[in-house]
């Protein structure tokens, strides 16, 4: 599977577009490899791209005073990756974006993707719909934050990304729960020993 069938499958999934289409919207996807620990968007920069995982992982994260580091989100194979706060207003980004593992993007600016909405009406209608995604996603976390125990966001969470354990730190998993690095420990343990 080349490096566009990915991307193809994962849009053809919610829109259809013909080979015309689909030749234009090519032109403007560039390829951009991220060794681990290099960012797509860094805090204070304008966010000026969306990129669809090809391969690797990435997370969200803001960086504090103190040096620590909070987490919001992840993103794997088959995901897009972008803030579109800061893309959509021009402004400053709040957060990172970076590779925590070899990453392999498939990168359109938001130059070229608004270009796009006026030549493959199709790809308005497919950034609108992850648009919503996006946004559904992140009040799902806020009510699971808020209604959900620790040990139920964990149980969640593992059902969400099964090989999450494998490729993310512990430390940014706990923060992206909300927790401390120990609760986590806590957590695992308690459910390994109970064989849930």
């Not at 053809?12 to 968007?41: A, M, P, Q, T, Y």
């Not at 600016?109 to 992140?138: G, V, W």
């Not at 808020?146 to 099964?162: C, E, I």
Request: hydrophobic share 40%; charged share 25%.
């Amino acid at each position: 599977m080349n490096n566009f069938d990915k991307i193809k499958a994962n849009i053809d999934s919610i829109v259809s577009l013909n080979s015309e289409e689909w030749d234009s919207l090519r032109n403007d996807i560039s390829f951009v490899h991220l060794k681990k620990g290099d960012f797509f968007l860094q805090e204070g920069a304008v966010c000026k791209e969306i990129a669809f995982i090809d391969k690797g992982a990435l997370i969200y994260s803001r960086s504090l005073d103190n040096g620590d580091e909070i987490t919001s989100d992840f993103a794997f194979e088959n995901e897009w990756v972008t803030n579109n706060y800061s893309r959509l207003n021009n402004s400053p980004s709040n957060l990172n974006i970076k590779a925590i593992e070899d990453s392999n993007l498939l990168v359109i600016t938001h130059q070229n993707l608004t270009c796009l909405y006026d030549r493959i009406p199709m790809i308005e209608r497919f950034s609108r719909i992850l648009m919503e995604q996006a946004y559904l996603k992140i009040v799902g976390l806020s009510i699971d934050l808020q209604t959900l125990s620790a040990t139920d966001r964990y149980l969640k969470l593992m059902q969400t990304y099964p090989e999450i354990f494998q490729r993310v730190p512990l430390y940014h998993i706990a923060n992206y729960l909300g927790i401390a690095p120990k609760s986590l420990s806590r957590i695992r343990n308690s459910i390994f020993s109970s064989g849930k």
